[in-house]
């Protein structure tokens, strides 16, 4: 779980807050500047040369070193019934097993595995605590399958030990569409790590996956591994700050106060625009037309292909994920929405707080300022547009949010985040989410061409 680090440094916006002579444009630009040597100081202090990967220097994926100005795989796929039948190796003592999300046993079985084992921020003072029913919504969307829903258990005593899963996504780069798997939760036993079975386990999912005759995968991690197509940073957004502070996610900083803190931080009570509301079943074919639009902005982006995507990734689901459209109260046109879920982490040995209450940003999208053209540039009366309604919709999902209790509203730098992260308070925090493909040659991603949210 990153942490805001706002509070123990002065932030980029702090930093530049103090700048009045300085215009948005201006600003803007420094604070991309100041942004890429952070990431670029942060990525060698963690990066190993690539003959020290000894897993990942046999993959297709591209070296550090190398650029790539094509789009395509780098590796061809092969006829299915060439691809190894059997599945990969595991040490004496350890079996494979499929887990049934349907299943409440398996289900559960999952969740507790997951969150005793799953990520922790590099001081471990949280740890991720997806929730059960996070786990059966995110995995299994439409056109999951169980076996791809991959587990390792000890052969004696059944104890689930590791854990990989996929799930299909119709991934777009630059204009080409490819259907990929989307990798994620992979987790291995603490008392099991270092011992190689994260490399077992990957060889793995890529030949279910290949099984299905899918070849390119994407996934993410905060881990630098070859080759980043693109690293954005998170940010945060305070919702109750005396209780971040508690926790240990932020501190007060020196010149502040809580008093101070409380009262910045403080939301209205309503949203504001006229027509927001909840989203529902009736919305599904404007807010898929709406979001795809939308998403045809970025160079890195998802495709929602049916409803039935919208009708499971989208529509509100209860404890999992929150989602709101604005109706234009004369055409009664959706004209935007936004959604976000909520992904909890357990506060390590603290005397009085053991869970934060995170809400992650997940997809949003607006018609406001956008050209008719898909994916086309905006002018700048149209960018001004675009920005303000956004800051609009995102001041009201954040409205949503604390309401639902959350205590921080967390987003990375990507899609047209930088449109609202400063005005809307957010502050940037001390982690880094890198965006990988598997055996897909493509260029490097700017974060702000970043369209997909994985969770
Ligand atoms: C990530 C995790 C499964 C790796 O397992 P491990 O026991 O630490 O490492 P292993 O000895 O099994 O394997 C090491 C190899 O896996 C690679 N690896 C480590 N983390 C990885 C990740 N998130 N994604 C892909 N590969 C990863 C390493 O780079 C190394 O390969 P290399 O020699 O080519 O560099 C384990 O640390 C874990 O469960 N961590 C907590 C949960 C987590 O962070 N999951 C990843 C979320 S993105």
Excluded at 48 to 73: C, N
Excluded at 285 to 303: C, D, G, I, T
Excluded at 364 to 380: H, M
């Amino acid at each position: 779980m990153p942490k805001d680090k706002q509070s123990q440094m002065p932030s980029l916006q702090d930093l530049l807050a103090g700048r009045g002579d300085m215009d948005e444009e201006s600003r803007r630009k420094l604070e991309a500047l100041l942004r890429t040597l952070s990431l670029q100081e942060d990525d060698s202090k963690n990066k190993k040369d690539m003959e020290s990967h000894r897993f990942w220097r046999t993959q297709p994926v591209l070296k550090y070193d190398e650029v790539s100005d094509e789009i395509g795989a780098i590796e061809p796929s092969v006829p299915v019934d060439q691809v190894k039948q059997t599945p990969e190796s595991l040490p004496n003592d350890f079996e494979w097993c499929e887990l049934d999300m349907r299943d409440e046993q398996d289900a559960k079985e999952l969740y507790d595995f997951l969150t005793k084992n799953y990520v922790e921020d590099d001081g471990g003072q949280f740890r991720f605590d997806y929730s059960f029913e996070f786990l059966r919504w995110a995995l299994q969307p439409p056109g999951w399958r169980k076996d791809w829903l991959v587990g390792v258990r000890v052969t004696s005593t059944r104890r689930l030990v590791a854990f990989i899963s996929a799930i299909p996504v119709h991934l777009r780069t630059m204009d080409k569409v490819t259907l990929m798997t989307e990798i994620n939760f992979l987790n291995v036993h603490k008392r099991l790590r270092s011992k190689r079975l994260a490399p077992v386990m990957i060889r793995e999912i890529t030949r279910r996956s290949h099984l299905q005759g899918i070849f390119q995968a994407v996934y993410t991690a905060g881990a630098v591994l070859p080759k980043p197509v693109s690293t954005c940073q998170y940010f945060h957004r305070s919702l109750n700050p005396k209780k971040l502070v508690e926790c240990g996610f932020s501190r007060v900083p020196h010149n502040s106060t809580m008093a101070r803190m409380i009262k910045n931080y403080k939301v209205p009570e309503k949203p504001a625009l006229e027509g927001f509301r909840v989203m529902e079943a009736k919305d599904v074919p404007e807010v898929r037309a709406l979001l795809n639009k939308f998403l045809a902005r970025y160079q890195f982006a998802p495709e929602f292909e049916s409803d039935e995507e919208i009708v499971h990734w989208i529509l509100p689901h209860e404890k999992v994920v929150w989602s709101y459209v604005v109706e234009d109260p004369t055409t009664h046109k959706i004209t935007d929405m936004v959604s976000f879920y909520s992904l909890p982490s357990t506060v390590i040995g603290n005397p009085k707080h053991s869970t934060l209450n995170a809400a992650y940003l997940f997809y949003y999208a607006t018609d406001k300022g956008l050209p008719e053209q898909k994916g086309g540039e905006l002018d700048e009366q149209a960018q001004a547009t675009f920005g303000n309604r956004l800051n609009e919709v995102m001041a009201d999902a954040l409205v949503m949010a604390r309401k639902q209790d959350f205590d921080v509203f967390n987003a990375l730098h990507l899609m047209d985040n930088h449109t609202f992260l400063s005005t809307q308070k957010f502050g940037s925090g001390d982690g880094f989410l890198n965006f990988y493909v598997y055996n897909w040659r493509c260029p490097e991603v700017q974060q702000e061409k970043i369209g997909l949210v994985m969770l």
